[in-house]
């Protein structure tokens, strides 16, 4: 099979949805139109994605008749330099991060936040643990530009990898669980640092932690530059990891150091409720943020977030 990716680019203020063959960038649109492939392609990548089961077929199809004979499909190429990336998915459902899934990483924060935090969580039989991310507000993508949260000093960046969830998802196993992804992105999980703990609340508070306010902001969380279908990325346990700041690399590993896989992480929210197609899993983040050395973002820094077979993200902070 073809590889194919899918992406959503702004045209006449309208979304649109594109996909990208043979490093060859086309609206789906007007390829659907050449190829008479009915109505199914003038869907928007969340559409695609919300009936997944029967859209990847289709979408098959389109990409081996495009790859056959592409100079008919010459009218339906795009510039790709030229186009205004939006992240591929506009309306998710869910967005859960994970928190604390890199045994590096966990390291790292417990050092800098000055707290006893349990190196390997899995080994002593602890669960997951997820947080909350907004949806379309938060949403940037591929050259994104992000505003500097209000009255913030500490921004953070954290490379991740995004698994969207294709079929619908409820008391999963952990050995079928990926049978459930429709795909993967990259992602950056922007956190106001400074506005996770709520200084005047009582230390013993169990609201003292303001996760809305460190997590939830307008574009704090890039995705992109396109959506890779899971069939032609493999395990998702085995994808190098990178991120740069204005160049200098940043942060370094592979999704092979995960605390708890992809699968168990879907097996264990779907223990919790449902998950559904465009829900969107944050999978955590290797060492290297901003926080373990003090470190923040500035106006004017760019991040570019790279994963093996997912390609580049790039966000500017203004």
């Known amino acids: 099979m073809s590889k194919y990716q899918l992406f959503t680019y702004r045209a006449a ?124 507000a938060n949403l940037s993508g591929h050259r994104g530009e992000v505003p500097m949260p209000p009255e913030t000093r500490r921004l953070d960046w954290e490379a991740e990898l995004a698994v969207v969830i294709g079929r619908r998802a409820h008391h999963v196993a952990v050995d079928a669980a990926l049978d459930h992804v429709a795909g993967y992105m990259c992602a950056n999980d922007l956190s106001a640092r400074d506005h996770l703990v709520r200084e005047a609340v009582d230390a013993s508070s169990p609201f003292r932690y303001d996760w809305i306010g460190h997590k939830c902001f307008e574009g704090s969380c890039p995705l992109g530059p396109v959506f890779t279908p899971a069939e032609f990325v ?55 943020v901003g926080s373990e050395a003090g470190t923040f973002l500035q106006r004017g820094d760019v991040m570019t977030v790279e994963i093996q077979h997912l390609g580049q993200l790039e966000t500017r902070i203004v």
């Not at 590096?104 to 417990?110: I, L």
């Not at 995960?258 to 465009?278: D, K, M, T, W």
């Open 13 to 136: 203020d309208v979304s649109a949805a594109g996909v990208v063959v043979d490093s060859t960038w086309f609206d789906l649109a007007r390829a659907g139109e050449v190829a008479s492939a009915g109505a199914w392609s003038r869907l928007s990548v969340d559409g695609l994605i919300e009936q997944w089961t029967s859209a990847q077929p289709a979408l098959r199809a389109l990409v081996e008749q495009i790859r056959r004979a592409p100079a008919d499909f010459a009218a339906a190429v795009l510039d790709e330099q030229g186009l205004t990336l939006e992240s591929p998915l506009r309306r998710p459902g869910a967005v859960f991060g994970a928190g604390a899934n890199y045994r590096d990483h966990v390291e790292a924060m417990s050092r800098a936040l000055n707290m006893k935090l349990v190196l390997d969580p899995k080994a002593q039989g602890i669960p997951p643990w997820h947080f909350l991310k907004a949806g379309p």
């Open 234 to 288: 493999g395990s998702p346990e085995d994808l190098t990891i990178k991120l740069w700041v204005n160049g200098q690399l940043r942060q370094d590993s592979n999704t092979s150091n995960h605390l708890y896989g992809v699968a168990e992480q879907i097996a264990h929210l779907s223990r919790r409720q449902p998950l559904l197609p465009g829900d969107v899993i944050l999978t955590g983040t290797p060492a290297g």
